[in-house]
Antibody, heavy 117, light 112 residues
Framework: EVQLVETGGGLVQPGKSLKLTCATS????????MHWVRQSPEKQLEWVAQ??????????YYAESVKGRFTISRDDSKSSVYLQMNSLKEEDTAIYYC????????WGQGVMVTVSS | DVVMTQTPVSLPVSLGGQASISCRSS???????????LHWYLQKPGQSPQLLIY???NRFSGVPDRFSGSGSGTDFTLKISRVEPEDLGDYYC?????????FGAGTKLELK
């Protein structure tokens, strides 16, 4: 059974940092492209970042809204993917989901990030 | 960015009835490799999105054949026949042909 579990969310002040972790199991993580997607309080889904597999040189891609502030990374030995979020803004407030592979076929339960003073 | 225009915003249906959701893209979703990366997701209340249809018309594992996808180029449709209570929720289309990937704004399928 495929499982993805996000942790690390919480309440943070604008300008501060937070790191999300997604621990996975039930599929061959080392071959899988991984993504972070967020959902705003208005329920709009926004793709945030992608990291490809070692065979693709761990290439990364970002939404313009987070480029230069967020960093996606992975640890294949731990079957985990991470999202380092710096210089957080109020508009980054959302539920953050990690999701798998080419078609975003499995999703975690999500973790809430609230950016507010 | 590719804009995904999803209609309608809200779709009242009767149980056992049929529903149709449209998703139009601001540019062609045909990839240079010939594939079209247009997918459909359902988000049930209080849950994460779940993949229903990938690459226009392919049902994901475990998805009932009441769900079907069609379309090409910039115009795509999700049809649900014989609507059941577990089909209610928010439906989203996603294009992953072009970076950044973009979602439609969603369609709420609700009881009439």
């Amino acid at each position: 059974e495929v499982q993805l579990v996000e942790t690390g969310g919480g309440l943070v002040q604008p300008g501060k940092s937070l790191k999300l972790t997604c621990a996975t199991s039930g599929f061959t993580f080392s071959n899988a492209w991984m993504h972070w997607v967020r959902q705003s309080p208005e329920k709009q889904l926004e793709w945030v970042a992608q990291i490809k597999a070692k065979s693709n040189n761990y290439a990364t891609y970002y939404a313009e809204s987070v480029k230069g502030r967020f960093t996606i990374s992975r640890d294949d030995s731990k079957s985990s993917v991470y999202l380092q979020m710096n210089s957080l803004k109020e508009e980054d407030t959302a539920i953050y989901y990690c999701t798998t592979r080419v078609y975003l076929d499995y999703w975690g339960q999500g973790v809430m990030v609230t950016v507010s003073s | 960015d590719v804009v995904m225009t999803q209609t309608p915003v809200s779709l009242p249906v009767s149980l056992g009835g049929q529903a149709s959701i449209s998703c139009r893209s601001s540019q062609s979703l045909v990839h240079s490799n010939g594939n079209t990366y247009l997918h459909w997701y359902l988000q049930k209340p209080g849950q994460s999105p779940q993949l229903l249809i990938y690459r226009v018309s392919n049902r994901f594992s475990g998805v009932p054949d009441r769900f079907s996808g069609s379309g090409s180029g910039t115009d795509f449709t999700l049809k649900i026949s014989r609507v059941e209570p577990e089909d209610l929720g928010d439906y989203y289309c996603l294009q992953s042909t072009h970076f950044p990937y973009t979602f439609g704004a969603g369609t709420k399928l609700e009881l009439k």
